[in-house]
């Protein structure tokens, strides 16, 4: 089985609602983890730099990836820039 694992960042600029931010991430979190293909989708806050995130994440494959990317939970999300 193919498997495509990510890893991205996301870091806040100052003046950014790290509380709205930590909301939407975990709303995301709750949608992505049902899709067909998700095999892992985490997002994990930094001890000693709170502002910034590292999802981590884990597909059956490239389709599942770009359908995840074309999901109303994904694309709502994407929609706001948490960071700034």
């Known amino acids: 089985m193919e498997k495509l694992w990510i890893s991205a960042g ?4 100052n ?3 790290l509380q709205k931010t930590k909301t939407a991430l975990c ?3 709750k949608a992505t983890v049902n899709e067909p293909g998700c095999i892992q989708f985490e997002i994990l806050q930094h001890q000693d ?3 910034c995130f590292t ?3 884990c597909w ?3 389709d599942a990836l770009k359908a995840h990317f074309e999901a109303p939970h ?6 706001h820039d948490y960071t700034k």
């Open 10 to 13: 996301i870091e806040l600029q």
């Open 15 to 17: 003046g950014a609602d």
């Open 27 to 29: 709303e995301l979190v």
């Open 49 to 51: 730099k709170p502002q």
């Open 55 to 57: 999802l981590w994440e």
């Open 60 to 62: 059956t494959n490239d």
């Open 74 to 79: 994904t694309l709502d999300y994407l929609s």
